[in-house]
């Protein structure tokens, strides 16, 4: 099993709605990633967790809540987002411990706020 | 602070054609990694390859084919007899010690029968 998974795959929601996005894998991977992809731009960090605990947040607005309940799930807790929130949310997950490793990453989740 | 560019913003070639994606990386590290990642239009981002910087060695996957220069700076992306099917946007990425992914701005790439 070498997929990290994203659930859902599209998501439209209002300014003063609450959801999150999940990612999944088996890989047993430690360090896991949330990125944001604008249309036609390179994936933006926003999110690292190693040992299921947040190493990394890149100043991401507090509407963006990450979690990490075990070794194998990542979540994105979404309220109130703005337009501008847009994009492709891709999850990733990696080995620790080298550094030559790649990341495995999820096929996204393409969010909508209207 | 290590930077990736990838010049060529959209590439445009007719199938079977050969076709060179560049990426010219910056760090003053001594150990490093570089990595070429495809995204289709269905948005998943495949990784393609990783090379250290202590492997100056050219590989070739089938169709693919790289080549790293350390002279240069550059870790190029050869796809021979393209098909549509590599129609994507290509990212080269760097990577240093335990840090995270730097990626380059990416190159889409257009192959029409």
């Known amino acids: 099993d070498t997929e990290v998974t994203q659930t859902p795959k599209h998501l439209v929601m209002g300014m003063t709605n609450k959801k999150s996005l999940k990612c999944e894998q088996h890989?047993?991977?430690?360090?896991m990633y949330w990125y944001k992809q604008k249309a036609k731009k390179p994936p933006e960090l926003m999110f690292v967790y190693s040992y299921e605990k947040l190493s990394i947040n890149e100043s991401v607005p507090s509407r963006f809540s990450p979690e990490c309940p075990n070794s194998s799930l990542l979540n994105l807790h979404l309220h109130a987002l703005q337009p501008e929130d847009s994009a492709l949310y891709l999850c990733?997950?990696?080995?620790?411990?080298?550094?030559?490793?790649?990341?495995?990453f999820g096929s996204g989740t393409r969010l909508t706020v209207v | 602070a290590q930077k990736v560019t990838q010049a060529q913003t959209e590439i445009s070639v007719v199938e079977k054609e050969d076709v060179t994606l560049d990426c010219v990386y910056e760090?003053?590290?001594?150990?490093?990694?570089l990595f070429w990642y495809k995204q289709p239009p269905s948005g998943e981002l495949v990784f393609l390859i990783r090379?250290?910087?202590?492997?100056?060695q050219n590989e070739i996957s089938g169709r693919y084919s790289w080549n790293f220069q350390k002279s240069t700076s550059s870790f190029n992306f050869t796809i021979t007899a393209s098909q549509v099917v590599d129609s994507a946007v290509y990212f080269c990425a760097l990577r240093l010690g335990y840090s995270t992914l730097t990626f380059g701005k990416g190159t889409m790439l257009l192959v029409s029968p």
């Open positions: 990733a997950s990696s080995q620790t411990g080298g550094t030559n490793y790649g990341y495995t």
């Open positions: 890989m047993g991977h430690r360090a």
């Open positions: 090379r250290n910087s202590f492997d100056e």
């Open positions: 760090t003053r590290d001594t150990t490093y990694y």
